[in-house]
T-cell receptor, first 112, second 117 residues
Framework: SQQGEEDPQALSIQEGENATMNCSYKTSINNLQWYRQNSGRGLVHLILIRSNEREKHSGRLRVTLDTSKKSSSLLITASRAADTASYFCATDARGNTGKLIFGQGTTLQVKP | GAGVSQSPRYKVAKRGQDVALRCDPISGHVSLFWYQQALGQGPEFLTYFQNEAQLDKSGLPSDRFFAERPEGSVSTLKIQRTQQEDSAVYLC???????????????FGQGTRLTVV
């Protein structure tokens, strides 16, 4: 079963705008990861944030984690048409073998 | 190889047919995972191998699903007597770390899109 929910399910913005996606999860975690999936392709790892971290940056990506609310957000700044994809959060729950529990995903469309 | 390779990319099976999906992980990766992704959904965990040992098969939906990794490298996911509800993309992922070493990036293959007609 899915770990949690992502919000919004779909997002459409203009190139240059920022995109924010939210993820909620249910169980205690070791870490939370964000992946991108282009249509018909496999998932690409974007960023990992550990349970003892609150914020992490990678290029135009900014991830926050609030373990008290069991939620995370992914911010993509200065979006580009090439950022059009589905974005998934995935949690690596404590006691697990490293298997990932994915959310439902947010479909982002960036219009040129 | 350079990445995780899955074959075939597309498979159309008649209901009741058996299928075998192959995954070639990144060389040296200890962990291998299979996921099932239905249209418009996130991937769902099926099973996990550490080297040749299948340590977790809790996500396999029925006893028609079987996975193996006999030499700790290539893995095969077999589905017997396929049903329409088996139609999905089957993703394979590998990572360098083994059990207890969570937090290591997983590398995904392109997936095999299975359509059961």
């Amino acid at each position: 079963s899915q770990q949690g929910e992502e919000d919004p399910q779909a997002l459409s913005i203009q190139e240059g705008e920022n995109a924010t996606m939210n993820c909620s999860y249910k169980t205690s975690i070791n870490n939370l990861q964000w992946y991108r999936q282009n249509s018909g392709r496999g998932l690409v790892h974007l960023i990992l944030i550990r349970s003892n971290e609150r914020e992490k940056h990678s290029g135009r990506l900014r991830v926050t984690l609030d373990t008290s609310k069991k939620s995370s957000s992914l911010l993509i700044t200065a979006s580009r048409a090439a950022d059009t994809a589905s974005y998934f959060c995935a949690t690596d729950a404590r006691g697990n073998t490293g298997k990932l529990i994915f959310g439902q995903g947010t479909t982002l469309q960036v219009k040129p | 190889g350079a990445g995780v390779s899955q074959s075939p990319r597309y498979k159309v099976a008649k209901r009741g047919q058996d299928v075998a999906l192959r995954c070639d992980p990144i060389s040296g990766h200890v962990s291998l995972f299979w996921y099932q992704q239905a249209l418009g959904q996130g991937p769902e965990f099926l099973t996990y191998f550490q080297n040749e040992a299948q340590l977790d098969k809790s996500g396999l939906p029925s006893d028609r699903f079987f996975a193996e990794r006999p030499e700790g490298s290539v893995s095969t996911l077999k589905i017997q007597r396929t049903q329409q509800e088996d139609s999905a993309v089957y993703l394979c992922a590998s990572s360098l770390a083994g059990t207890g070493r969570s937090g290591t990036e997983a590398f995904f293959g392109q997936g095999t899109r299975l359509t059961v007609v």
